[in-house]
């Protein structure tokens, strides 16, 4: 395939920027090196239109084929930000930042559509406009929202979304996709427990909120267990517990918890959201107690579309070989679900091999991936755009 071949040829240029990004890893918004890296670069490969500063500190490529006749967009996005993670990895391109890596392979995912983007520049062998979305913020800020907000899609009429993402775990250069639910929504909690404070040796005198917030722990798993249809997936998980006691001898007069609610359907949502404030307040009126609970909504499920997941397998088998349509969806989320919201697309799994878990201090990005995913990037523009 000659996109495979050109990738092979750039790859040692593509891995000379994921490792420069690997050595100067940025959080959240604050890419200033990250940005103007990538915009230098488009600049430099000849893109149209280079436009920075969407969404805060995303950049946006306009590259027009040989003809615009068919009138469409489509859309190629990477995230940019890193963790804030101290990397043990030791390889000679670590990260020069304490306390920040990237432990996700975000540098891995620009670094690709780089490549992407240089090849199409050159080559321009499609009918339409390829956007190139360099996005911020994906580890928790919804960088994605962010750009739709400052006009990523009305501004340059996207019809369609599509990204990657590395997969520790699934084999080397393999693709895998399935339609529907590919990610989970992401959602916090907080439950405020007040009861009232007392000597810990008189416990009659009180109302233990440290008892009812661990009966309230206890309750919250069976919403899943009991609850939810057990051919539905869903996760609740109380991953915080805070009081306003530091002493051996009190005991407490609130109870903080905290915790995150993962699911792949709207409807299982609304019914984690539901019922973790039904029992949260129901057990602590039945102690004698109070609960206060907020949910808070985060990433949606990342949802893909079933015609879009097609053309995403169609041109992976062509740069791999094969697709795993059995993969099995992640409870993480992906903030990708919000282009996806405001147009179809798909996401699509590329695998890491035998690597460190995602957002571990030892993980690595493997370059000889780089080819694969670049081309499977340029493959889409092609594909959905052909001359």
Not at 222 to 233: H, T
Not at 273 to 285: F, K, T, W
């Amino acid at each position: 395939m000659p996109v495979k071949n050109r990738f092979a040829e750039l790859l040692p240029e593509i891995k000379g920027w994921r490792h420069d990004f690997h050595r100067h890893p940025e959080l959240m918004y604050d890419l200033p090196r990250t940005s103007a890296r990538v915009a230098e670069l488009l600049r430099e490969f000849g893109v149209d239109e280079v436009t920075e500063g969407i969404g805060r500190s995303g950049v946006v490529g306009v590259i027009r084929g040989r003809s615009t006749g068919s009138g469409r967009v489509i859309g190629l996005r990477a995230d940019m930000d890193a963790l804030p993670i101290h990397e043990i990895t030791g390889a000679d391109y670590a990260s020069t930042t304490p306390g920040a890596m990237h432990a996700c392979g975000h540098d891995g995912h620009t670094s690709m559509l780089l490549g992407a983007a240089k090849y199409l520049a050159e080559t321009r062998n499609f009918d339409g406009t390829a956007i190139l979305i360099f996005q911020p913020a994906e580890e928790g800020g919804a960088g994605a929202q962010a750009m739709i907000d400052d006009g990523l899609v009305s501004r340059w009429g996207v019809q369609e979304f599509y990204g990657l993402h590395n997969l520790p775990g699934l084999p080397l250069g393999q693709f895998g996709i399935r339609k529907g639910a590919m990610m989970a929504a992401a959602d916090q909690f907080n439950i405020y427990l007040t009861g009232k404070g007392g000597h810990a040796a008189a416990p009659h005198l009180a109302i233990d909120t440290t008892l009812v917030a661990a009966q309230v722990i206890v309750a919250l798993q069976s919403i899943v267990s009991r609850n939810v249809d057990p051919l539905q997936n869903a996760v609740v998980s109380v991953t915080s517990v805070e009081t306003d006691s530091p002493a051996y001898n009190v005991l407490p007069n609130t109870v903080h918890l905290k915790g995150t609610a993962r699911s792949l359907d709207p409807a299982v949502r609304d019914q984690l959201d539901l019922r973790i404030g039904e029992i949260a307040r129901g057990v602590a009126s039945a102690f004698g107690a109070s609960a206060e609970v907020e949910f808070k909504r985060g990433y949606p499920v990342t949802m893909n579309d079933e015609a879009a997941a097609e053309h995403a397998a169609r041109v992976a088998e062509e740069v791999a070989g094969a697709v795993d349509w059995s993969v099995p969806p992640m409870m993480a989320g992906e903030d990708f679900s919000y282009m996806l919201n405001e147009r179809p697309g798909a996401y699509i799994f590329m695998g890491n091999g035998d690597s460190a878990m995602l957002h571990h201090p030892a993980y690595d990005f493997n370059d000889e991936n780089l080819p694969v995913g670049a081309s499977w990037l340029a493959g889409m523009a092609e594909a959905r755009m052909p001359v």
